[in-house]
């Protein structure tokens, strides 16, 4: 990823899963819980909440794993 991402932006990720698109719902930018998981977030390397578009699931990936999406 070469910009920041901000709040409401679209964006694709490629997750354990398979693709996902989704909007950026909130960055994280310190160790946090998320799912029972320690999600180890901090300023240099952030991991953004997404929210799927196509299902409403929450889900949070490392800013280098997501490409933002022209709107």
């Given amino acids: 990823m070469s910009k920041e991402l901000n709040v409401g932006d679209i ?3 490629i997750p354990q ?14 160790e946090i819980m998320f799912k029972n998981y320690t ?3 901090s ?3 952030p991991h953004y909440l997404i929210e799927s578009i196509k299902t409403g699931h929450l889900a949070m990936h490392k800013g280098s794993a997501l490409k933002k999406i022209k709107n």
């Fill in 17 to 30: 899963a398979g693709l996902v698109r989704g909007k950026v719902k909130k960055k994280i930018t310190s």
């Fill in 43 to 45: 300023k240099e390397e």
């Fill in 11 to 13: 964006v694709d990720g």
């Fill in 39 to 41: 999600v180890h977030a």
